[in-house]
């Protein structure tokens, strides 16, 4: 199957921007950024070294000159009891059809291939791991590492799910009976979200994480201009509320945890990388589905024909290719998959 000349899918999961609060006396308060001056120290190569040897600035006394600069930080105030952190998302069956297509073979190959993958439950597993990144909180990032944590979730169907001591719960290990429990009934309206263009449904999400005293929290880091040498070096995201610029995690950072699912990019790897193209793995610098592993995403759509065969073969969702599974979760994520520049 050729690629069209334009092709495209909106996004199916739509997490809005997180914010961070903090709880004192059972209410609570927008976690507050503060930005200071700082005497930093001369510290990077380049301070004292280049391609050809040192530096002739690099001297005793230069070198242990302060490097004063401005950022913004972010910590627990000390009156703080727990550290909240909340934000919602609204599911579409969005990957059902292209948003876009320009060639209605193409239409109607990748509409029957998302059709059985249905059929077979494959929704179903996409749900199930979406479904466990929100309940561990991956969505937390930095702020998971070293602190107990819970997770609640509130939906549109009048569900509440808790995931207590969510910070015990891992991707590749067995989950206590209840939490598990929760979790597939979690996942169930999730897939039913994911596949039926007419179920409205969208959740609330928030983690109680129980930081020490006065413990450093990680929002967003917004992109600095290095042009400009008056401006902070560390500038970290905020949204006003009543007139206080809380801490928040954009909308894409929030997605970017909810769908790191994408174990299937090698038979022997041991962890899930954020599903892309590519599968770029950010850690290491290196795209793990590179196009000479014919497992990129556009390599394997065009084999859209043979995987529809595939899918008919399956006696069970466990028995779905791992690739299909990769191509479907593509399709959720969205974007544009044209072959040649429309």
């Known amino acids: 199957m050729q690629l069209p000349n334009q092709l495209s899918y909106k996004r199916s999961i739509n997490p809005s921007k997180a914010i961070f609060y903090y709880r004192r006396d059972g209410q609570l308060f927008p976690l507050p950024i503060e930005r200071i001056k700082i005497r930093g120290s001369k510290s990077g190569f380049s301070e004292a070294h280049t391609s050809k040897g040192i530096k002739e600035s690099a001297t005793l006394h230069n070198l242990s000159m302060g490097n004063p600069h401005t950022v913004d930080t972010c910590y627990l105030p000390p009156v703080a009891e727990c550290l909240v952190c909340r934000f919602s998302i609204r599911v579409c069956a969005n990957s059902l059809t292209p948003d876009r297509c320009s060639d209605q073979s193409v239409k109607s190959n990748i509409s029957d291939f998302v059709r059985a993958y249905a059929d077979k439950g494959g929704y179903i597993e996409l749900a199930r791991r979406y479904a466990k990144n929100i309940a561990m909180g991956t969505w937390l990032w930095r702020n998971k590492e070293g602190n107990a944590f819970d ?19 891992y991707w590749d290990s067995e989950w206590p009976d ?11 309206e999730l897939a039913l979200a994911l596949t039926n263009t007419r179920y409205v449904w969208h959740c609330d999400v928030w983690a109680e994480v129980k930081l020490p005293f006065c413990a450093e929290v990680f929002p967003s880091q917004c992109f600095v201009d290095n042009d400009d040498k008056s401006a902070a070096s560390k500038v970290l995201l905020t949204t006003d509320i009543d007139g206080v610029m809380a801490a928040c995690f954009n909308a894409d950072k929030v997605g970017a945890g909810i769908q790191i699912i994408d174990d299937w990019w090698d038979e022997h790897c041991d962890f899930p990388l954020r599903v892309s193209e590519f599968a770029a793995d950010q850690a290491n610098l290196i795209a ?4 000479q592993t014919k497992r990129d995403f556009y390599q394997l759509l065009q084999k859209l024909p043979s995987y529809l065969k595939e899918l008919a073969a399956s006696s069970s969702t466990a028995s779905i290719n791992p690739d299909i599974h990769f191509i479907a979760s593509v399709l959720v994520k969205g974007g544009m998959f044209q072959g040649a520049k429309s």
């Open 288 to 291: 793990r589905r590179h196009p």
């Open 178 to 188: 209840n939490q598990s429990h929760e979790l597939d009934k979690l996942a169930s």
């Open 151 to 169: 997770v609640f979730v509130k939906t549109s169907e009048g569900s509440d799910f808790s995931f207590v001591n969510a910070h015990r719960l």
